[in-house]
């Protein structure tokens, strides 16, 4: 077996396997642009490898994000649009390389996956989580929209009406009903999630691996053929949200633990 590590990444092949443990080491297991960047950059490495059949990723115990890092704050007022956009590209770039990667991808949580971890988690081929897992979209709870390209994957997960419970609504489920929902595809005894999630991988590893690898295409390609044309936009609606007033009134209610009050500006 071998074993890298990328910042908060660390990296552990075993044959046709990878594993992939995302911990920052920090509270909350947060995704500040740092995390992210080492995410992407893992995923671009495993991209060229022809030989893996399965990547499993999963968290620390107990948890695997409260999602992005709320005290890292918005970029500067007085940066460029360019540079702005630039800065928030990291997160859909992440998102999309985990989404194109050729190998099955499984995706293992306990504890919260909240925000940003969801926008990760809906990238996956399969996810499973135990009955700790809980699951929570804040972004327009806190007065901006979803982003990074995970609306038409949710849908793609859930279907319209739910994935407006769980974006529109800010609705936190529970294990049981992200299974019965379909935002997870297994939810296992605890403890158990990374053990059920090895399972999937190792049966992938068992399969003749291009044929694997193709029919995955040919399933994402009819999946998401419409995806892009909802999702184009999303980072330059996120850019709008910033400079409204509910925006910042959002961020300062969540670090002031407080309810927020809006007023559409």
Same mark, same amino acid.
């Given at each position: 077996?071998?074993?890298?590590?990328?910042?908060?990444?660390?990296?552990?092949?075993?044959?046709?396997?990878?594993?992939?443990?995302?911990?920052?080491?920090?509270?909350?297991?947060?995704?500040?642009? @740092? &995390?992210?960047?080492? #995410?992407? =950059?893992?995923?671009?490495? $495993?991209?060229?490898? *022809?030989?893996?059949? %399965?990547?499993?990723?999963?968290?620390?115990?107990?948890?695997?994000?409260?999602?992005?890092?709320?005290?890292?704050?918005?970029? @500067? &007022?007085?940066?460029? #649009?360019? =540079?702005?956009?630039?800065? $928030?590209?990291?997160? *859909?770039?992440?998102? %999309?390389?985990?989404?194109?990667?050729?190998?099955?991808?499984?995706?293992?949580t306990e504890g919260w996956c909240v925000?940003?971890?969801? &926008?990760?988690?809906?990238?996956?081929?399969?996810?499973?989580?135990?009955?700790?897992?809980?699951?929570?979209?804040?972004?327009?709870?806190?007065?901006?929209?979803?982003?990074?390209?995970?609306?038409?994957?949710?849908?793609?997960?859930?279907?319209?009406?739910?994935?407006?419970?769980?974006?529109?609504?800010?609705?936190?489920?529970?294990?049981?009903?992200?299974?019965?929902?379909?935002?997870?595809?297994?939810?296992?005894?605890?403890?158990?999630?990374?053990?059920?999630?090895?399972?999937?991988?190792?049966?992938?590893?068992?399969?003749?691996?291009?044929?694997?690898?193709?029919?995955?295409?040919?399933?994402?390609?009819?999946?998401?053929?419409?995806?892009?044309?909802?999702?184009?936009?999303?980072?330059?609606?996120?850019?709008?949200?910033?400079?409204?007033?509910?925006?910042?009134?959002?961020?300062?209610?969540?670090?002031?633990?407080?309810?927020?009050?809006?007023?559409?500006?």
């Amino acid at each position: 077996m071998s074993v890298q590590s990328r910042g908060p990444v660390k990296i552990e092949r075993d044959g046709r396997i990878v594993r992939v443990t995302f911990d920052s080491g920090r509270r909350g297991n947060p995704m500040s642009r @740092a &995390a992210m960047q080492a #995410l992407l =950059e893992t995923a671009q490495a $495993l991209e060229t490898d *022809p030989h893996i059949s %399965a990547i499993v990723v999963t968290g620390p115990p107990g948890l695997f994000t409260y999602g992005f890092d709320l005290g890292e704050g918005a970029p @500067a &007022a007085d940066i460029g #649009l360019a =540079e702005r956009r630039e800065i $928030l590209a990291v997160g *859909p770039r992440m998102c %999309a390389a985990w989404e194109r990667l050729e190998p099955l991808t499984v995706l293992a949580t306990e504890g919260w996956c909240v925000g940003g971890g969801v &926008a990760l988690a809906a990238s996956f081929d399969l996810r499973v989580t135990d009955t700790s897992g809980g699951f929570y979209v804040p972004e327009v709870e806190r007065g901006m929209n979803m982003s990074w390209g995970s609306v038409p994957r949710l849908v793609n997960l859930v279907g319209p009406s739910r994935a407006k419970r769980l974006v529109m609504l800010a609705e936190k489920i529970d294990a049981p009903t992200a299974a019965a929902w379909g935002l997870v595809d297994e939810c296992v005894p605890a403890g158990q999630s990374l053990a059920r999630a090895m399972e999937f991988a190792q049966r992938a590893a068992q399969m003749p691996p291009v044929p694997l690898r193709m029919c995955k295409a040919g399933i994402n390609a009819y999946a998401n053929a419409l995806a892009a044309s909802t999702a184009a936009l999303d980072r330059d609606q996120f850019i709008l949200a910033q400079m409204g007033e509910d925006y910042r009134e959002g961020v300062q209610a969540f670090l002031e633990k407080r309810e927020p009050v809006y007023r559409g500006r």
